[in-house]
């Protein structure tokens, strides 16, 4: 008889008891009969406790296995902040849990065991062959898997109980977790700059080797991002040459260089020459910004004259002048464009008077000297009829300094003075 079928059968005896005194007080029973309905209320229940169970029978085998299995006795223990080993070295996990165990029957082969023992060390090697192959950074994931995994009773090693474990926990030491932390914000960062330098390096393999792989490519490039407006992309061709040129390390081709801005390649490399030459002079010196001087002063005042290098009316035009600034004692000046400017077999000076080895210059000759004819000033030169102005006297009328205003001697063009 199971539990149910008691306590309804005590039920019903109290209610039977009860209807009977109430009706023997009613009827006012002698006392005899009191007695007889007291031992028929005591005899009744233990008559259908026999009934039941001869009717009962054993249980069909069908149905054996959805009857409530009959309570089994269990012990506990507790465990706290056990380290259990995860798939990192030195991150370890930390394991808590109560360990519910209970014996299987199976007989001891030790006399004496201690049970809570076999039990936690049972469930903690079910859970370190589970730990040991997961990452520390996915303790609560872990966690859960843990409950599940250990929330069944298995037997230990020994066959002499059966263990499993509730209310697991499972975290990481707070020093681990910031570690990790750290760890995740560097390995994220890395990615975004390994995708922005992979972006880069795209970028720029695309503008070298495509769009400024040479100037016609630059200009289509510069057509296509500015779509109707042609004018404005003739007037870049000159940038996107000098683009073009600089990202494939070349000058700029000389049929585009009348597109380019500012100064043309011969000019640059006449002032690259100029700057080599003051180097050598050790006037500059290399890396270094060097002022201009009069000499580059006086090339660019010859090159606005329309008198390029190799043009013979440079040194005619040199000499000229430096005779005149030495009347104003300039004489570095004067050597200065003489060894720059003049050519040292120049027409007409190489042994001309009013030169001499030394400086180019001995100071002017008296008019109607030997080598000189009666015109004072322009005496005969080696280079077909072209004259020299005479220069001024250092003095003045009177042997005083030249006037402030007097007039400059006039220079030679083409062999004629004017």
């Given amino acids: ?76 223990e507790r465990v706290v902040q056990v380290a259990l080993p995860s798939s990192w070295d030195d991150y370890d996990f930390l394991f808590s849990a109560t360990v519910r165990w209970c014996p299987t029957g199976a007989a001891a082969t030790e006399p004496v065991v201690n049970p809570a023992g076999l039990a936690v060390d049972a469930v903690l090697e079910r859970a370190r062959r589970i730990t040991e192959q997961r990452d520390p950074a996915r303790a609560s994931l872990v966690q859960h898997e843990l409950n599940g995994a250990l929330g069944r009773m298995r037997p230990d090693a020994t066959g002499y109980l059966q263990a499993m474990a ?46 400024l792989k040479d100037t016609g490519s630059a200009v289509v490039w510069w057509l296509a991002r500015n779509d109707d407006q042609v004018d404005k992309t003739v007037k870049d061709i000159g940038l996107l040459a000098q683009l073009t040129s600089a990202a494939n390390n070349e000058d700029v081709p000389e049929r585009l260089q009348h597109f380019v801005p500012g100064p043309r390649t011969w000019e640059a490399a006449d002032a690259q020459a100029d700057a080599a030459a003051d180097t050598a002079d050790g006037s500059a010196v290399p890396g270094q910004e060097r002022e201009a001087s009069a000499a580059d002063h006086y090339d660019a005042f010859l090159r606005t004259m329309g008198f390029p290098d190799g043009d013979v009316r440079r040194s005619l035009v040199t000499r000229q002048v430096v005779e005149v600034i030495k009347q104003y004692d300039r004489i570095e000046t004067a050597e200065q464009l003489l060894s720059r400017f003049d050519a040292p077999d120049g027409p007409g000076f190489s042994d001309g008077p009013g030169f001499s080895d030394d400086t180019g210059f001995s100071g ?50 083409d062999g004629r003075g004017n």
Avoid at 166 to 195: F, Q
């Fill in 166 to 211: 509730e209310d697991v926990t499972l975290v990481l030491a707070e020093h681990d977790r910031e570690r990790l932390e750290k760890l995740a914000a560097v390995r994220k960062d890395k990615a975004v700059w390994e995708h922005q330098r992979k972006h880069e390096q795209s970028k720029r393999e695309y503008l070298g080797q495509d769009v």
């Fill in 1 to 76: 008889m199971t539990s149910g079928t008691k306590t309804v059968t005590v039920f019903l005896t109290v209610i039977c008891g009860l209807i009977l005194t109430a009706f023997g007080v009613a009827a006012h029973w002698p006392g005899w009969l009191w007695s007889a309905m007291a031992a028929m209320l005591l005899a009744v229940p233990a008559l259908a406790v026999k009934a039941a169970e001869h009717r009962g029978g054993p249980v069909p085998a069908e149905l054996a296995p959805h009857l409530t299995p009959p309570p089994v006795e269990r012990w506990e």
């Fill in 364 to 413: 002017p000759e008296e008019p109607g000297g030997p080598d000189r004819p009666d015109d004072p000033g322009f005496p005969p030169d080696d280079a077909g009829g072209a004259s020299v102005p005479r220069p001024p006297a250092p003095n003045g009328p009177g042997g005083g300094p030249a006037p402030v205003g007097r007039t400059a001697p006039h220079f030679v063009e």
